[in-house]
């Protein structure tokens, strides 16, 4: 079993939808991130967290520490939100990163 | 103030080959991450380093791979006689810290194919 799951693997909305991908992870982290990676390009960092929740535009991340839990939101989306969304943790006080598998959302008009 | 700098962006070897990866980290980080994305998998840690320091080679393959990050100059993601196996987009990452709290910024990667 993966230290970190993401579900769904694959999610088609379409353009204004409200959409939710949720992270699960097993073991105690130090941070957790969610980054954002469109197809054949790099890889951007969206949000860090380790408690609570935080807001940037139309991008909302919470944590529950508790559940070992964690959503990313995306309110009224765009068609050029359709991109991989992974998240990732920090184990421990381990700097380096453990990812999930990724979301592959897309976005239709 | 550029973010990270990876090139080549793509390279095709044949194998046998060696392959090296460059990645310059943004002014100022003296902490970098190389990882691994397999074609249809997930990112998985390779290597972290520090100016001149191996940290932690946990993820690095044990034959063929090597990695540095001199006191001047680039980090360098070296992979000796490639295989096809080896066909992947290497990410680099830096960072101000090694606490998590400071976050990471990533590159562009290095699309590796080997035929």
């Known amino acids: 079993k993966n230290e970190v799951e993401q579900s769904p693997q694959n999610l088609t909305a379409q353009e204004g939808e409200f959409i939710t991908i949720n992270c699960s992870y097993s073991?105690?982290?130090?941070?957790l991130h969610w980054l954002q990676q469109h197809p054949g390009g790099g890889i951007v960092s969206l949000f860090m967290?380790?408690?609570g929740k935080k807001k940037h535009g139309r991008l909302i991340a919470t944590i529950n520490i508790q559940e070992k839990h964690s959503s990313l939101h995306i309110t009224a989306s765009h068609p050029r939100d359709s991109a991989v969304y992974i998240c990732a943790v920090n184990t421990g006080t381990a700097s380096k990163l453990t990812f999930g598998t990724g979301t592959r959302l897309q976005v239709t008009l | 103030n550029a973010g990270v700098m990876q090139n080549p962006r793509h390279l095709v070897r044949r194998r046998g080959q060696e392959a090296r990866l460059r990645c310059s980290p943004v002014?100022?980080?003296?902490?970098v991450y190389w990882y691994r994305q397999l074609p249809e998998e997930g990112l998985k840690f390779m290597v972290y380093?520090?100016?001149?320091?191996?940290?932690?080679e946990s993820g690095m393959p044990k034959e063929r791979f090597s990695a540095e990050f001199p006191k001047e100059g680039p980090s360098i993601l070296r992979i000796q006689q490639v295989v096809r196996g080896d066909s992947a987009a290497y990410f680099c990452?830096?960072?101000?810290?090694?606490?998590?709290?400071?976050?990471?910024?990533f590159g562009s990667g290095t699309r590796l194919t080997v035929v």
């Open positions: 990452a830096s960072s101000p810290s090694n606490r998590p709290n400071y976050g990471y910024t």
């Open positions: 002014k100022g980080h003296s902490h």
């Open positions: 380093l520090q100016k001149e320091n191996i940290i932690d």
């Open positions: 967290l380790s408690s």
């Open positions: 073991v105690g982290i130090s941070a």
